[in-house]
């Protein structure tokens, strides 16, 4: 079994080690632009530079080491006909749960605030916020949405999903659908984006949806730049109608120099690292899977190209 | 029934409120210096004022309206000879859970050195720690501190919890007593102490002790500024030994304004406002402890004074 294998940060070695741990069967050949490259039977990669798709010709399924495939799904047609699988949590969830977690108790319990007031040397307690105006909403309630939801549920935040399809979360009011959208995002202090990038979801979060969340409400970005339309979200923030927001991702990533949120102290930038894929956990989990394709079997997380992921 | 009410901040008219609704057949008395009063049947304060002692000959019981009475002990034997009461959670474990969890994820995710390198401008992302380097141990395993062993659990940090008498904690190495300090310390890279100060505990955590935390260690301290040697814990950190500290207590609280902490930016300071007492909580719970009190019942929560809490 032959394993073609892309790195966008070209970065091989921990990866070859774990595919030799877990799946010591495969010949893991890397991917280079130019290097001749005999047929492989399944592709493992995030992003694919566009020179691979001609040594994608005969694979059998193509892996995603992230848990979106929207740069995958990109090439559309020029993919070869055949699964696309990504990846499930793989240590991604605990991640997200930290990342948003942190972002919403720091929001709530005004540690920014209680920053800028330490650093004057005053010693000063500010009104506290109330949990009960501070409802937490989570736009994708998939793997990593419930992971995160399970975190906040312990600290007892009013919380309300939204998903494509019906949901039901204990303790969760849930929201399913386009229909049901202003009604999810209406009053929420927090909204955390965690939904795939599809054609249906990008530039979810404009101006008149920012608009429905609470005055003073914030939104934690951890999914894509594309469905947050960043001009608007500055502009709220500007006005002072909405509080803050906390962004790993960006349309651009790196995030320009010149790019207005490096200049706006209510943005708080990371550069993408809410959730790192764990090389480990999504080897074993590649591999499992693989083995599972090589006895006919079916595999879970094969992404639905008509919706995107 | 006839209740003395005494309040530092001055401020009542919640309290009344909360006790004209959870127990409207009491007559609440606020205690003001030199004013006269009736004799009470019980008492409701924090921190007493050394004239509140006369008025205090004739209850029957103490209520403290915080966890911690190491303030009202220290009275000693002016204190008359009946139960003092102290206050079991009443909404103050969710809060010392959120303010503890915060401080965690924000040291292991390294969000501190994220914000100095995006106020730079920079788009870098830095090494991950590795959560097996990352043991966290709690002082003090009682109502709160198992609350906020309950929060961290669900991210998978390795746990330690110590306490005076032996305990079981699903999934926390459990140390107790004096001879099992050391191995608790010993390589944590978080310490977080939930303690009540008593003549045991003064000074717990002084040079020696700290010097036992891993290489890079943080302490967090959410009880009272007396358990930790101040100085010891600034001349680790200046060295380099230890990496941080987030501190809500200290031993003279308002900070004064020359202390060095306030110059350390590896110090987080917070004005003692991990866990406020609820009014709302603290009231409804003296509440029914007094009326079981009257109908002769045993309450819960009775402090120890050998013990100090």
Not at 88 to 99: F, K
Not at 141 to 161: D, N, Q
Request: charged share 20%.
């Amino acid at each position: 079994m032959r394993i073609l294998l892309h790195r966008r940060d070209g970065v091989y070695e921990d990866w070859l080690a774990a595919f030799a741990h877990y799946l010591p069967e495969a010949q893991v050949v890397v991917w280079e632009e130019g290097k001749a490259i005999d047929p492989c039977d399944y592709a493992v990669l995030f992003v694919p530079p566009p020179g691979i798709l001609a040594d994608l010709a005969k694979v059998k399924a193509i892996f995603c080491t992230g848990a979106g495939v929207d740069a995958l799904l990109k090439l559309g047609e020029q993919l070869p006909p055949v699964p696309i699988v990504r990846l499930a949590d793989a240590g991604m969830g605990v991640q997200m749960a930290e990342y948003v977690t942190h972002a919403v108790l720091r929001y709530y319990r005004r540690f920014d605030d209680y920053q800028v007031v330490a650093r004057q040397g005053l010693w000063e307690q500010l009104p506290a916020y109330d949990k009960q105006d501070f409802t937490v909403g989570v736009l994708g309630a998939g793997a990593l949405g419930s992971h995160v939801i399970g975190a906040l549920r312990h600290f007892g935040f009013p919380l309300r999903a939204w998903s494509r399809t019906p949901k039901d979360l204990s303790g969760v009011a849930c929201y399913h659908g386009p229909a049901q959208l202003d009604s999810f995002l209406q009053g929420l202090r927090v909204v955390v984006c965690m939904l795939p990038l599809t054609p249906d979801t990008a530039n979810l979060l404009d101006r008149a949806r920012l608009s429905l969340l609470a005055p003073g409400g914030y939104v934690i970005n951890v999914a894509r730049g594309g469905l947050l339309a960043e001009p608007d979200l500055l502009a709220l923030i500007t006005a002072g109608q909405l509080a803050g927001a906390t962004l790993d991702v960006f349309r651009n990533e790196p995030l320009p120099p010149q790019h207005p949120f490096w200049q706006e102290p209510r943005i708080t930038i990371t550069p993408h690292i809410s959730a790192l894929t764990l090389c480990r956990e999504a080897v074993e989990q590649i591999s499992g899977k693989i083995r599972a394709m090589a006895r006919g079997e079916l595999v879970a997380d094969i992404v639905n190209r008509t919706l995107g992921y």
